[in-house]
T-cell receptor
Framework: DAGVIQSPRHEVTEMGQEVTLRCKPI?????LFWYRQTMMRGLELLIY????????DSGMPEDRFSAKMPNASFSTLKIQPSEPRDSAVYFC?????????????FGQGTRLTVV | AQSVTQLDSHVSVSEGTPVLLRCNYS??????LFWYVQHPNKGLQLLLK??????LVKGINGFEAEFKKSETSFHLTKPSAHMSDAAEYFC????????????FGKGTSLLVTP
C-alpha cells in the first residue's frame, strides 16, 4: 500500500480564497483524522470520521472549516474563506480500529500558506 | 480525560551518548501510548507503541520505552544517539472514547551534536 496520500503538498493562496485539501486513506482503514500543526498550538485534532461518518468535529476552529468523506477512499478539508491565521501544516491520518492497539498512519501533510 | 505531558521541549545530546525523552500520561484507566517521530519537513512516523503485553517496548532505530504505571510515565530512550536521530518526538495517547483519535504531547526537539 502507498500509505496515506495527501494533495497538494504545498498550497499558497490569497486571503479570502477557498482552499481544498485532499486525502486518500490506506485501503481498509475505516477511521480518518484531520490534524493541524502550528508552532504555537502543536498538533490539534480537527475532525475524525468513522465509516465515512463525521464523529467529532469539535476541533474544527470555526464555520469557515468543513470536511467531507464521500466514500471510504477519499476525504476533503475545505477552508472558505481562508485567512492568514489558517497557515499551517495539515495532516490526514487513517487507522483500523478493529485491532487492539490502533496506531494512526499519517500522510506527508499539506503546507498551507495564506497571504 | 487522557492526556500526555512531555517534560522537555528541547533536549541536546552528543552523538554516541544516551537519549532520554520524558513523558508522563494522565488516564483514568490503562492507556494506549505511542511515540511518533517527525523529521524536518516530513510526516509523522510511528516509533513504538505500548500494548500492555510488556512494559518495556522496543521500537524502530534502537529506541525503546518503558511503561511505569506507578509513575504514570512512558519515557523514550536510546543507548547511543546518532546524528540521524535529530528530529521532533511526540508522546501520544489514544483517546478510546473518541474513535481512537490520538492526543499529542507538545513535542520534544532532539538535537544531536557531533
Amino acid at each position: 500500500d502507498a500509505g496515506v496520500i495527501q494533495s497538494p503538498r504545498h498550497e499558497v493562496t490569497e486571503m479570502g480564497q477557498e482552499v481544498t485539501l485532499r486525502c486518500k486513506p490506506i485501503s481498509g482503514h475505516n477511521s480518518l483524522f484531520w490534524y493541524r500543526q502550528t508552532m504555537m498550538r502543536g498538533l490539534e485534532l480537527l475532525i475524525y470520521f468513522n465509516n465515512n461518518v463525521p464523529i467529532d468535529d469539535s476541533g474544527m476552529p470555526e464555520d469557515r472549516f468543513s470536511a467531507k468523506m464521500p466514500n471510504a477512499s477519499f476525504s476533503t478539508l475545505k477552508i472558505q474563506p481562508s485567512e492568514p491565521r489558517d497557515s499551517a501544516v495539515y495532516f490526514c491520518a487513517s487507522s483500523d480500529p478493529s485491532g487492539w492497539i490502533t496506531e494512526a498512519f499519517f500522510g506527508q501533510g499539506t503546507r498551507l500558506t495564506v497571504v | 480525560a487522557q492526556s500526555v505531558t512531555q517534560l522537555d521541549s528541547h533536549v541536546s545530546v552528543s552523538e554516541g551518548t544516551p537519549v532520554l525523552l520524558r513523558c508522563n500520561y494522565s488516564s483514568s484507566y490503562s492507556p494506549s501510548l505511542f511515540w511518533y517521530v517527525q523529521h524536518p519537513n516530513k510526516g509523522l512516523q510511528l516509533l513504538l507503541k505500548y500494548t500492555s503485553a510488556a512494559t518495556l517496548v522496543k521500537g524502530i532505530n534502537g529506541f525503546e520505552a518503558e511503561f511505569k504505571k506507578s509513575e504514570t510515565s512512558f519515557h523514550l530512550t536510546k543507548p547511543s544517539a546518532h546524528m540521524s536521530d535529530a528530529a521532533e518526538y511526540f508522546c501520544v495517547v489514544s483517546l478510546s472514547d473518541s474513535g481512537y483519535a490520538l492526543n499529542f504531547g507538545k513535542g520534544t526537539s532532539l538535537l544531536v551534536t557531533p
